[in-house]
């Protein structure tokens, strides 16, 4: 299962700091048993729209359009979470971060976490 936290009301212009972590697994540090982390958010009235993506096996990373220039996600081998820092807030930034994890390498996302709200304010 995956937990996201970081979340709450931030003020645009600010950064955001996301992480999403995998909860009561136990794993090898040389070993990932998740090959693929995505960031999605989600607003009312918008389908799911996709933030980036961590790619454990080489550490690559792919970024909306959108989000381009103010978005870095990352990956911390401590603890296998991942990170999402997003900088200069706008309003349209608000939503639900959601994160989901493909467990298998079948580049299909098959774990989800519940979401985090994130809230931009002026």
């Known amino acids: 299962q995956l937990v996201e936290s970081g979340g709450g009301l931030v003020q645009a212009g600010g950064s955001l700091r996301l992480s999403c972590a995998a909860s009561?697994?136990?794993?090898?540090?040389?070993?990932?048993?998740?090959?693929?982390v995505g960031w999605f958010r989600q607003t009312p009235g918008k389908e799911r729209e996709f933030v980036g993506r961590f790619w454990w096996i080489d550490g690559s990373t792919r970024y909306a359009d959108s989000l381009k220039g103010r978005l870095t996600i990352s990956g911390d081998d401590r603890d296998k979470s991942v990170l999402l820092q997003l900088d200069n807030l706008k309003l349209d930034d608000t939503g639900v971060y959601i994160c989901?994890?493909?467990?298998?390498?079948?580049?299909?996302?098959?774990?989800w976490g519940q979401g985090t709200q994130v809230t931009v304010s002026s």
């Open positions: 009561g697994r136990a794993e090898s540090q040389h070993t990932p048993t998740i090959y693929r």
């Open positions: 989901g994890a493909d467990t298998t390498g079948d580049f299909v996302y098959d774990s």
